[in-house]
């Protein structure tokens, strides 16, 4: 399983002073050298951590793949048609979210999406959507042209945290329900339902990537899948990068996805 490092928060540090330490770069070449497979970032549009000049140290600076997702819309279209990322993850945006909240509804944006779509591929970058555990997601996602789709595992994490420590020794998807009671139960069903719409997405014949709120615990459920192919991971890595620095951090969670 690939690990991609989201190093937005150690812009989220820079921006907090407005300062120029830390370097997005620098980095991201350190989680390169400690096993990572590829970098991602997120330019949002109120450009609250990564800016545009990250995107191009970035693109020049690093030797795995770089992934920047995005919001569906032709400002950002346009950054990416001149970056010219290996990737694009589309994904949702709300002004005063703290961080991405759910997955792109592809089935109410189809014409949008599939449009940015095009326009990617036509530049030769390859197009991945952040959505739900929703077959009827994945469907539209493969309708629109996308070659990847990226489950929301969101809402597991936040079952895991209610149950943590618990969760560690948790068994994979379509196994017996945890012991434990309703929290228990809440990680299962969404083990579940992440587990399903992996499935869906490997049977149409996308690459099944995750992400979103997975740490050193949680994980270990999610590596269970077999569809799955990367993860996405980002605000777990940098907090335990605070404490131990980039490289331990990295090779750690690099580790609990190879073991």
Do not use: C
């Amino acid at each position: 399983m690939r690990l991609a490092v989201n190093i937005d928060h150690i812009a989220t540090i820079r921006q907090a002073r407005k300062a120029q330490q830390p370097d997005p770069l620098a980095a991201a070449l350190i989680a390169e050298r400690a096993g990572a497979d590829g970098i991602t970032v997120h330019l949002r549009t109120d450009r609250r951590h990564i800016q545009d000049a990250d995107l191009d140290a970035l693109r020049h600076g690093i030797g795995t793949k770089l992934n920047v997702e995005m919001a569906v819309t032709d400002e950002m279209a346009g950054i990416a048609l001149r970056v010219r990322p290996d990737q694009v993850t589309l994904v949702p945006e709300r002004p005063r979210e703290l961080t991405t909240e759910g997955g792109l509804d592809v089935v109410q944006n189809a014409d949008a999406v599939k449009q940015f779509t095009e326009r990617m591929h036509d530049a030769g970058i390859d197009v991945s959507i952040f959505l739900d555990a929703d077959s009827r997601q994945v469907e539209a996602a493969k309708t629109s042209g996308a070659g990847a789709i990226e489950i929301n595992t969101g809402r597991y994490a936040e079952a895991a945290e209610a149950r943590s420590p618990a969760l560690q020794g948790s068994p994979s998807p379509g196994s017996p329900a945890l012991p434990g009671g309703p929290s228990a139960a809440a990680v299962q069903t969404e083990l579940n339902r992440i587990a399903a719409a992996a499935r869906t997405g490997a049977a149409a014949g996308l690459q099944v990537l995750a992400g979103h709120g997975l740490d050193y615990v949680n994980v270990t459920a999610i590596v269970g899948i077999p569809e799955i192919v990367e993860l996405n991971i980002g605000h777990s890595i940098v907090a335990r990068a605070a404490l131990v620095g980039m490289e331990i951090a990295v090779r750690d969670m690099a580790a609990l996805l190879r073991r």
